[in-house]
């Protein structure tokens, strides 16, 4: 489904991605992991156009996506929800949600989808009315997941899901991120918190300063010791398996 093949992004003269490769196949949940500042925000927001590669070639269903512009890409149905969530304070949540489908026609879908993300958030459906910017961290994240949902992605980016949340809303997170993986979604998950994101993903890319050093299937990568070391702490156990 999408290939990220040799590619190199520079923020002027500074490299921030040498030469990645990776791929995600339909259907997977496929993990990045990494250190702040490894290039796993730089990767994300390379695939959805907002920053563009020195080298290399991204394709995605065949179609060479290197140099289309955001706005394409998501017509594609590459869907980027971003670290820091990105939800429009001044819009109620109803509003917000609806904006991700606004490249959408078909309105009886997407009420159906907009039913769905309430019975997949029901404290979402409790604030409907309620500005984006009174919610709480993690009803944002539900929010922006949610969003994501309404514009019926083939592809779904997720940058940090769980940064800054209280360990029950994390889990609650990882639930809907299974859920909407059994329903077809094929899911690019960029998470600094190793130990879910392994738990919860069928392969895996470990990044380091810009440089793809470890590739695998999930399991393989919890049983890594460099990866335990470096990654997983004491703690590799933890997370929710799919």
């Keep these: 489904m999408l290939s990220f093949d040799s590619v190199s992004v520079h923020y ?28 796993k925000t730089t990767t994300l927001k390379t695939i959805s156009g907002l920053l563009r590669p020195s080298h290399g070639s991204i394709m995605f269903d065949s179609q060479d ?6 706005d394409k890409i998501v017509k594609l149905g590459i869907i980027h ?4 969530r990105g939800v429009f304070p001044n819009l109620t949540v109803k509003e917000n949600l609806m904006l991700g489908a606004y490249v959408r026609k078909d309105k009886a879908i997407i ?9 997949k958030f029901p404290r979402l459906h409790e604030r409907k009315e309620q500005y984006g910017g009174t919610l709480s961290g993690g009803e944002q994240q539900m929010l922006a997941i949610g ?47 190793a130990n879910m994101a392994l738990a919860n993903a069928d392969r895996a890319y470990v990044i380091e300063t810009g440089k793809i050093v470890i590739e695998g299937t999930a399991s393989d990568l919890r ?20």
């Design 12 to 39: 002027g003269v500074i490299p921030a991605l040498t030469g990645v490769c990776l791929q995600v196949k339909p259907g997977e949940v496929v993990a990045l992991i990494g250190a702040n500042g490894a290039g």
């Design 147 to 193: 969003r994501s949902i309404m514009a019926a992605p083939k592809l779904l980016l997720l940058d940090e899901p769980s940064m800054g949340l209280a360990p029950l809303v994390v889990k609650e997170i990882f639930r809907t991120i299974r859920e909407i993986k059994k329903s077809g979604t094929t899911i690019l998950l960029v998470e600094q918190n």
């Design 223 to 242: 049983a890594n010791p460099e990866v335990q070391q470096a990654y997983l702490g004491s703690h590799k156990k933890e997370g929710i398996a799919l």
């Design 111 to 119: 009420a159906r989808d907009l039913e769905n993300v309430f019975t």
């Design 81 to 84: 929800v971003p670290e820091g």
């Design 65 to 70: 996506i290197t140099k289309l512009s955001a």
